[in-house]
């Protein structure tokens, strides 16, 4: 774990409860990592309230008695479009002001019953723009409640990068203005923050780089259910129907001793619907199997010969995890690099291959999975990046934050 130019983190908040707010708009990777944080806070003792404001997503908010962690949800909004055109409510209209207001009154009064010792923000303020005057509102209601309370951001390791340079100094202003602590989900072994943020070193506030918020990978107990597949996955957000419509159809097309020699298991995110993974199915080759995202995807992915998926923050850290090969098809295209800065720098590490179309031909696909299966080691080597996220953040929260590079 380092810090940004060599800053010491401040001390831990004083004890008292955590509050953490999280906002997902389209995939549900930023819910996925402020869950994973909130369990390991819970884990460490410290009462947390978990409010999300996007769709539900009942297995990533689950309940367990034996933690002290319960969820606050607001009226859900999301992306009206892959393009992130507008806000919709889950009527998918347009948001009201009424919206907004009843969003804020709910913050506000959960601030004032929580008492927060520490507000979490996750990606806000190097994301979720629309949201600023909320989570303004919602720090105001939190010092009010209890001024020392800390204020942190959560932020994963790559930003979009940005086409105007207003935006990142926007950014920076929010940042040294609100925030007390910055942790960077991610290891500067494989991108550093500065990477995207080319400000970086303007912040006041400590950053530090935690390692990738991944969870132990599950204890399965023998179970061989997927083992030696070709596992296809876009997580739960809309925008992998082009790399499931490819996948369905590019078994038959693969090399009868490499790719067509396996069972396929393709995974419809719940963002898509029954209906249009009904659709999905239909054509489907045979040998895949065409389901909806499961719960146990960490452990079909550990028993996986090969991952098939988009660039996304959470499927990575949980293919590293895993050891598992990969073939990575980054989604996004013009300013959206996110994606593809991680598929990139997956692919110097040699950890994974990179097809670099979103949409592509169900004929290209086979040839990059034939590929993979040649060319990646399995299970690939230790990655030299840190996956301890979880503890590494908790003890910056409420530990004796020690100093250390990521191992």
């Avoid at 804020?104 to 723009?129: H, I, N, Q």
């Avoid at 912040?203 to 990978?217: A, F, W």
């Avoid at 998926?309 to 895993?322: D, I, K, M, R």
Wanted: charged letters at 20%.
């Amino acid at each position: 774990m380092t810090t940004l130019g060599g800053r010491a983190a401040p001390p831990p908040p004083p004890n008292g409860p955590a509050l953490i707010w999280v906002q997902h708009v389209m995939g549900v990777g930023h819910l996925n990592r402020a869950a994973a944080l909130a369990r390991g806070l819970a884990a460490a003792g410290r009462p947390v309230v978990l409010v999300t404001g996007g769709r539900p997503v009942p297995h990533l908010t689950r309940a367990d008695p034996a933690l002290p962690l319960r969820v606050a949800r607001l009226p859900p909004l999301a992306a009206a479009d892959l393009a992130f055109s507008g806000l919709v409510d889950a009527a998918g209209a347009p948001v009201t002001d009424a919206t907004w207001a009843d969003r804020r009154a709910r913050l506000e009064t959960l601030a004032a019953e929580v008492r927060p010792a520490l507000l979490m923000l996750e990606m806000y303020p190097f994301g979720r723009r629309p949201f600023d005057a909320e989570v303004r509102a919602l720090i105001a209601a939190v010092r009010a409640a209890r001024p020392k309370a800390r204020v942190v951001c959560s932020v994963r390791d790559i930003l979009v990068r940005k086409d105007r340079p207003e935006k990142t100094e926007r950014m920076l202003a929010a940042a040294n203005d609100l925030l007390d602590l910055i942790l960077v989900h991610g290891d500067p072994a494989l991108l550093p923050f500065s990477a995207t943020f080319p400000l970086a070193d303007r912040l006041r506030p400590p950053v530090v780089h935690t390692g990738y918020v991944v969870e132990p990978p599950p204890d399965t107990d023998g179970d061989t259910d997927g083992a030696g597949e070709v596992l296809v996955s876009v997580g739960g957000g809309a925008m992998g129907r082009p790399l499931l419509e490819a996948a369905i159809l590019a078994r038959p097309l693969c090399d009868p001793a490499l790719g067509g020699a396996r069972p396929w298991r393709v995974l419809v995110g719940g963002a898509l619907g029954d209906e249009a993974r009904h659709d999905l199915a239909a054509p489907a080759a045979p040998g895949v199997v065409v389901e909806p995202a499961r719960a146990d995807f960490r452990a079909l992915l550990g028993r996986a010969r090969l991952s098939v998926s988009q660039a996304g923050y959470n499927t990575v850290a949980e293919t590293l995890a895993a050891r598992t090969p990969a073939l990575l098809v980054p989604w996004g295209e013009g300013t959206e690099s996110e994606q593809r800065d991680r598929a990139a720098a997956m692919a110097r590490l040699g950890v994974a291959q990179v097809l670099g179309v979103q949409a592509p031909a169900p004929a290209a696909l086979a040839t990059a999975i034939d590929s993979a299966l040649t060319g990646l080691p399995n299970p690939i080597p230790p990655a030299p990046v840190s996956l301890l996220g979880v503890a590494r953040s908790v003890d910056c929260l409420v530990g004796s934050f020690r100093a250390h590079s990521p191992a």
